[in-house]
């Protein structure tokens, strides 16, 4: 569907885009002509994705950055905007998410997911925003939110709140910045297996197997499907796509999205002792 060149000339930062969907992301964008700049918080993650892409690496640039600091990420856009001149396109991939009775929820707990996921990408989108403002150019933004952004979904508060914040940054700037030529979009994925977070999520065999015969396609996403979406909307095939969120989800929230199908799996208690025992050690 696409030619090698469909990203030629752009220079896009994918937030988290050292595993997961973000890598996915990062590497269909080299494939396909652009050069790529991720970030991380830890420089270990970011030399490992860079070493697994082997040829296609010539293109990307890592920054060691917590998108949570709002001064480090202005430094990181600004270094990012000096070296590449074709710096048009942002993904907003960072995130965090764990399981939680929301009576049970820490005051730190909710706010170290709302301020990776709704604080990071509001610095990130004003700082890169600015820049292109400035500089009187174009750009594109793509955040990542999920199926249950509307609906919300039960013993994720934190992200659904968070999320649901992205999804209205995103319609919100959609219609303010395109005075300025800048788009704004999000991609709500369903279920897509990564290391981090399904390890977070998906606390055994069973439990994905049930997951997965309650879906609609009877199966999981596949993450290229997902980066091929990216590239789609982050190309100039959709100049006239903004302030939209495409799912992509095999039709999953229109059965019920989100985790809600725990509150069936077992009884409270024992549901909330696994909750613990997934917790990573302090």
């Not at 270990?44 to 001064?71: I, M, N, P, W, Y």
């Not at 990564?194 to 199966?219: C, F, H, Q």
Request: charged content about 20%.
């Amino acid at each position: 569907m696409y030619q090698d060149n469909t990203l030629s000339g752009k220079h896009i930062l994918v937030t988290g885009g050292g595993s997961g969907i973000g890598f996915a992301i990062t590497k269909r964008f080299l494939e396909l002509g652009a050069t790529v700049s991720i970030c991380g918080r830890t420089d270990k993650k970011l030399e490992r994705a860079k070493e697994s892409l082997g040829e296609l690496s010539s293109g990307l640039s890592t920054f060691q950055c917590d998108v949570r600091e709002h001064e480090a990420v202005g430094e990181m856009i600004e270094k990012i905007s000096k070296d590449h001149s074709g710096f048009c396109g942002l993904v907003n991939n960072a995130a965090g998410n764990f399981y939680c009775a929301s009576e049970d929820l820490s005051p730190n707990g909710f706010r170290t997911v709302v301020d990776i996921v709704l604080h990071g990408t509001f610095n990130c989108t004003q700082h890169f925003g600015k820049r292109l403002i400035d500089e009187k150019k174009p750009g594109n933004i793509l955040n990542i939110v999920t199926t249950y952004t509307e609906t919300g979904s039960a013993f994720v508060l934190p992200s659904a709140c968070s999320k649901a914040g992205v999804y209205a940054l995103t319609t919100s700037l959609a219609l303010e910045w395109a005075t300025y030529g800048i788009r704004v979009n999000c991609v709500a994925p369903g279920p897509f297996p990564t290391e981090g977070a399904w390890g977070r999520l998906i606390p055994d065999e069973n439990v994905e197997e049930m997951y997965k015969s309650i879906l609609p396609t009877k199966r999981f996403g596949d993450k290229e499907e997902l980066a091929n979406l990216a590239v789609f909307l982050m190309s100039d095939l959709a100049p006239y796509i903004t302030g939209e969120c495409v799912a992509i989800d095999g039709a999953e929230r229109l059965r019920g999205s989100g985790f809600n199908f725990l509150n069936d799996l077992m009884p409270r208690e024992q549901l909330k002792g696994i909750f613990q025992a997934m917790r990573p050690a302090k």
